[in-house]
Nanobody, 113 residues
């Protein structure tokens, strides 16, 4: 099973980007987006479980929205009001049933003026 992430790019502060992640096959109990900035550890941005429950890091609440389509095996991250500190490589993650952790290849998001 492979995860394919897309949608990264460069944007000015206050702008928006939408990241998408698609799995080639499988059933998933959780989909999520993580990010890793230079010199920092990878951190959770947002997650969504198969029951629809979501979890957001405090630093993105009110700005980012995660959504998932389990039939299509996709997870999207809508990022609004982007800040300089949102610059990072963003990784999609999916937990394939029964319990296999899958990671996408990472997509760069750069917020700069």
């Amino acid at each position: 099973v492979q995860l394919q992430a897309s949608g990264g790019g460069a944007v000015q502060p206050g702008g928006s980007l939408r990241l998408s992640c698609a799995a080639s096959s499988g059933l998933f109990s959780r989909m999520a987006w993580y990010r890793q900035a230079p010199g920092k550890q990878r951190e959770l941005v947002a997650s969504i479980d198969s029951d629809g429950s979501t979890n957001y890091a405090n630093f993105v609440k009110g700005r980012f929205t995660i959504s998932a389509d389990h039939a299509k095996k996709t997870a999207d991250l809508q990022m609004n009001s982007l800040k300089l500190e949102d610059t990072a490589v963003y990784y999609c993650y999916m937990r394939k049933l029964p319990r296999t952790d899958l990671w996408g290849q990472g997509t760069q998001v750069t917020v700069s003026s």
